[in-house]
C-alpha cells in the first residue's frame, strides 16, 4: 500500500459508508426490509472502518515534528480540504502547500 492509499483509506469509507446509507435510504421507501437492513450494517461497518483508519491516520500524522506538514496533511486527508482551502488557512501559496504535503508523506512514509 502506498502512502497515498494510506492516507486516503478514511475517506474511501466515509465515501462507501454514504453511499451504503443512500441505499438504505431508498429500500426503506420501497419497503424492502430485508435489503435495507443489509445497507444499514454495511453503513455502519464502514463508519466504523473509516474511524479506525482516521484514528490511524491521525497518530501517524502526530509523529511528525513540523506543525505546517501535521496541519496539511491533516486538513487534506482527514478534513478532505483543497490545497487552495489549506493554503487560505497556514498561509502559503497552493504551490507551496503542496510541496509541505510531498514532504510530509516522505516523512510519514520512513516511519
Known sequence: MTIEEYLSKPEKYR???QVYLKLARHMHRKGNTSAYAK???KHCESLRKSQIWENR???SIN???CSDEKMSLELKYL????????GEIIGY???HVNRILKRGKEKLFTF
Open 79 to 86: 478534513q478532505g480540504m483543497t490545497l487552495d482551502e489549506i
Open 93 to 95: 501559496s497552493r504551490r
Open 63 to 65: 509523529r511528525l515534528s
Open 39 to 41: 445497507y444499514s450494517k
Open 15 to 17: 465515501h462507501q459508508a
Open 57 to 59: 491516520v491521525r497518530q
